[in-house]
């Protein structure tokens, strides 16, 4: 599977974190607009920048001159990270990495949360916001996992239901959606785990610290 990091410029990650997913194969590093100063300050090298340039530093465009492909796209009718994401689906990468995703401002995050979604079924994104794993999934899960993992799971559209196998707290044929009945804070009981998913998609959250040690990611 061809991988790849999307760094956005919201909340920076750590550089153990970053280290981390080079060596599990992310290795090839898109930085979308202002996501290139938080790459210079972490000492990372992009292979690309990406962005109308409305928020990475003119030093730091030059600093990345000769080392990284620099791709200037002014139209406003996608995100920074949209078009980084539109850069690796055409560059056949399958699965992204997103980080820097979440912040300070709530309407930049909500976006951001929403593109997992609205990039479905062209390329899987997998967000990671410092101790939170975020992925979006349909149909049926099966997930590899441990006994006592903390798994909070959300369902999108009011009509989604969801039956759990594996799960400590049961759920059968549920109505599990953002705003009415949620799953926060479920736990696995073994190794294995599955989720049956109806009428939509839906959101699964991890502790990132939790699948590193537990070499799930």
Same mark, same amino acid.
């Given at each position: 599977?061809?991988?790849?990091?999307?760094?956005?410029?919201?909340?920076?990650?750590?550089?153990?974190?970053?280290?981390?997913?080079?060596?599990?194969?992310?290795?090839?590093?898109?930085?979308?607009?202002?996501?290139?100063?938080?790459?210079?300050?972490?000492?990372?090298?992009?292979?690309?920048?990406?962005?109308?340039?409305?928020?990475?530093?003119?030093?730091?465009?030059?600093?990345?001159?000769?080392?990284?492909?620099?791709?200037?796209?002014?139209?406003?009718?996608?995100?920074?990270?949209?078009?980084?994401?539109?850069?690796?689906?055409?560059?056949?990468? +399958? @699965?992204? =990495? #997103?980080?820097?995703?979440?912040?300070?401002?709530?309407?930049? !995050? $909500?976006?951001?949360?929403? *593109?997992? &979604?609205?990039?479905?079924?062209?390329?899987?994104?997998?967000?990671?916001? +410092? @101790?939170? =794993? #975020?992925?979006?999934?349909?149909?049926?899960?099966?997930?590899? !996992? $441990?006994?006592?993992?903390? *798994?909070? &799971?959300?369902?999108?559209?009011?009509?989604?239901?969801?039956?759990?196998?594996?799960?400590?707290?049961?759920?059968?044929?549920?109505?599990?959606?953002?705003?009415?009945?949620?799953?926060?804070?479920? *736990?696995?009981?073994?190794?294995?785990?599955?989720?049956?998913?109806?009428?939509?998609?839906?959101?699964?959250?991890?502790?990132?610290?939790?699948?590193?040690?537990?070499?799930?990611?």
């Amino acid at each position: 599977m061809k991988k790849c990091i999307i760094l956005a410029n919201g909340r920076p990650p750590e550089k153990a974190a970053v280290k981390f997913l080079y060596e599990k194969g992310y290795n090839y590093l898109i930085c979308a607009d202002g996501g290139a100063d938080a790459a210079l300050k972490l000492k990372l090298n992009p292979n690309v920048i990406i962005g109308d340039f409305d928020s990475v530093l003119p030093d730091t465009i030059k600093r990345f001159m000769d080392s990284a492909e620099i791709i200037q796209i002014k139209r406003q009718s996608d995100t920074d990270v949209e078009k980084a994401l539109k850069f690796a689906i055409k560059n056949g990468f +399958e @699965q992204a =990495v #997103l980080l820097g995703a979440t912040g300070d401002r709530l309407d930049h !995050s $909500f976006c951001n949360l929403g *593109i997992v &979604f609205k990039y479905f079924g062209k390329i899987e994104i997998i967000l990671v916001s +410092e @101790q939170s =794993v #975020l992925t979006a999934h349909e149909k049926s899960v099966e997930i590899n !996992s $441990f006994s006592g993992e903390t *798994i909070s &799971f959300y369902g999108v559209a009011e009509n989604t239901k969801v039956t759990t196998k594996g799960f400590k707290y049961k759920l059968a044929d549920a109505n599990i959606f953002f705003g009415g009945r949620e799953s926060t804070s479920n *736990i696995t009981t073994g190794k294995k785990a599955r989720l049956e998913i109806k009428g939509g998609k839906i959101i699964l959250i991890r502790n990132f610290t939790a699948l590193k040690e537990h070499d799930l990611f």
